[in-house]
Nanobody, 120 residues
Framework: VQLQASGGGLVQPGGSLRLSCAAS????????MSWYRQAPGKQRELVAI???????NYADFVERRFTISRDNAGNTVYLQMDSLKPEDTAVYYC???????????????WGQGTLVTVSS
């Protein structure tokens, strides 16, 4: 299973970015998909999560600025980030709980990370 994240870049404060993360491989089903971030010198933290039924949850610091969603096939997760602040600068990682073909349990898989820099 591979997770390919994209969409990071440099944006001015108040701007927007949309991150994407596509899962591929021998996937039987995906339960939860989520976005984490890690700023320099800080621990990785959860940003948002979406489960297979469509329920979502966000970290308090999101303050309704971000929206997590999945495509109809359920293998791609998006993070729409609006009203970005300099403190949102971090490497953003996607994560998915995947049940692969021939198995009965879910495993956790990570994407490679995409850098988001918010600066004027």
């Amino acid at each position: 299973v591979q997770l390919q994240a994209s969409g990071g870049g440099l944006v001015q404060p108040g701007g927007s970015l949309r991150l994407s993360c596509a899962a591929s491989g021998s996937i039987r089903s995906i339960n939860a998909m989520s976005w984490y971030r890690q700023a320099p010198g800080k621990q990785r933290e959860l940003v948002a999560i979406i489960i297979s039924g469509g329920s979502t949850n966000y970290a308090d610091f999101v303050e309704r600025r971000f929206t997590i969603s999945r495509d109809n096939a359920g293998n791609t997760v998006y993070l729409q980030m609006d009203s970005l602040k300099p403190e949102d600068t971090a490497v953003y990682y996607c994560n998915a709980f995947v049940r692969t073909s021939g198995t009965s349990t879910y495993g956790s898989y990570w994407g490679q990370g995409t850098l988001v820099t918010v600066s004027s």
